[in-house]
């Protein structure tokens, strides 16, 4: 496996998606990534998910697919000799990593500046809903509401339909990427200057960021406000899903070219209608363009236009289920899904699914499952120095 972040320690408080999810992408790359949890509960995500068996075992689906490769610590930071230990833990680590609601830390005791204090070159990294400052800095904050405040809702789905969530949490999975990111820059920066360095990330940031290629730039740089389309694309035409004689397909005709080799794969001389002659007359007649190809589409199925098209070189896919795509030749072929055979706390295999890219050095993976709640508190406070009479004194009294 590649271990890109070999020998960084990272103390990750973090719970449910935008922050675990984050903090394994960074285990999957050889930081050791303790988990600071909750006694008797942990991360909420060990509740939730589809298996309600595994819910009991707070070892539930949600908390499956964020923390692999990861220790689990039970620390009640509540307690004078729990924050003691944390502290004693921060000392020795690279980061701290939080997202609980902003001032939580504060309250606790716990802010930067007392981290700091105990560990000059420490990296803070905190994720909210609306970040540490601003007008909405202490309204909870879920996927959901990101989803809608952040316009995505607004510019998904149709005319008729919208606004409609995205299917799964996008806002979260933004955030969780931008603070792996923030944190992995700031290293690097600290390896150059020795500093450390408090990180702020909001999911309304972190969606926002992302949707500057199109929705926010042309609003701010070309006056026009986006609008629902549903599976059409805003800038070219024919691009978007079309109904075949059996399933539907995705075609893409950004380029001049494609549109070409379109015409020539499905037999039609569309290029030479002047209602499609150019870019701009094909987006202004998108909808007799749609009604004349989907006539000739509809001759053949899916999976017959997909092979046909893509011999042609017209970029075009299918449209798969969850368990196609993951069933898919080529997903098996670049080995995203790393498996563990029978995970303890679970009773059966299980699976997570890697970074989105490779390298050279190896594969990015993990080396251990999930953690059952708590399962290296022991190990964790014995390389602290505690000896087996401490940790018990404290497990008795609630500290761990």
């Given at each position: 496996m590649a271990r890109l972040l070999e020998g960084v320690r990272v103390l990750d408080l973090t719970n449910i998606i935008a922050g675990p999810l984050a903090s394994l992408q960074m285990a999957m790359l050889g930081a050791e990534v303790i988990k600071v949890e909750v006694p008797g509960s942990g991360d909420l995500a060990r509740k939730l998910g589809a298996d309600l068996e595994l819910s009991k075992k707070l070892m539930g689906t949600s908390f499956l697919a964020m923390n692999a490769g990861k220790r689990s610590?039970?620390?009640?930071?509540?307690?004078?000799?729990?924050k003691a230990l944390f502290l004693r833990l921060v000392a020795k680590a690279d980061i701290v990593f939080e997202n609980f609601r902003p001032g939580t830390m504060d309250r606790l005791g716990l802010d930067y500046a007392a981290l700091k204090a105990v560990n000059p070159r420490v990296i803070y990294c905190a994720v909210s809903g609306f970040g540490r400052e601003g007008p909405l800095s202490q309204r909870p904050s879920y996927d959901q509401i990101i989803q809608g405040f952040s316009g995505l809702m607004s510019v998904t789905g149709t005319a008729e339909t919208a606004p409609t969530r995205a299917g799964y949490v996008v806002c979260d999975s933004m955030a969780a990427i931008v603070a792996a990111f923030a944190m992995s820059s700031a290293l690097y920066r600290r390896s150059v200057t020795g500093e450390g360095e408090c990180i702020d990330v909001a999911m309304l940031d972190a969606t926002l960021s992302t949707m500057a290629a199109w929705p926010v730039s042309n609003f701010y740089n070309a006056g026009i406000t986006p609008k629902p389309i549903?599976?059409?694309?805003?800038?070219?035409?024919?691009?978007?899903?079309?109904?075949?004689?059996?399933?539907?397909?995705?075609?893409?005709?950004n380029e001049e070219k494609h549109f070409y080799l379109?015409?020539?794969?499905?037999?039609?001389?569309?290029?030479?209608?002047?209602?499609?002659?150019?870019?701009?007359?094909?987006?202004?007649?998108?909808?007799?363009?749609?009604?004349?190809?989907?006539?000739?589409?509809?001759e053949k199925t899916a999976v017959e236009w997909e092979a046909i098209l893509a011999a042609a070189g017209v970029p075009v896919g299918p449209i798969l289920t969850l368990p196609e795509m993951l069933a898919h030749p080529h997903v098996e072929a670049r080995n995203v899904v790393q498996?563990?055979?029978?995970?303890?706390?679970?009773?059966?295999?299980?699976?997570?699914?890697?970074?989105?890219?490779?390298?050279?050095?190896?594969?990015?993976?993990?080396?251990?499952?999930?953690?059952?709640?708590?399962?290296?508190?022991?190990?964790?406070?014995?390389?602290?120095?505690?000896?087996?009479?401490?940790?018990?004194?404290?497990?008795?009294?609630?500290?761990i």
């Open positions: 610590l039970t620390l009640n930071l509540k307690d004078a000799r729990g549903g599976n059409e694309n805003p800038t070219a035409s024919p691009s978007g899903t079309f109904q075949c004689g059996e399933g539907a397909i995705n075609i893409v005709c379109l015409c020539e794969a499905v037999g039609l001389a569309l290029h030479e209608d002047p209602r499609f002659a150019n870019r701009a007359l094909r987006l202004a007649n998108r909808v007799a363009l749609r009604e004349t190809l989907e006539a000739r589409l509809s498996h563990f055979p029978d995970a303890p706390g679970v009773g059966r295999d299980i699976a997570v699914t890697r970074p989105g890219f490779r390298l050279a050095s190896g594969m990015p993976g993990v080396a251990t499952p999930p953690p059952q709640l708590g399962q290296d508190t022991d190990a964790v406070l014995g390389e602290l120095g505690l000896d087996v009479a401490d940790i018990a004194a404290l497990r008795e009294q609630g500290v």
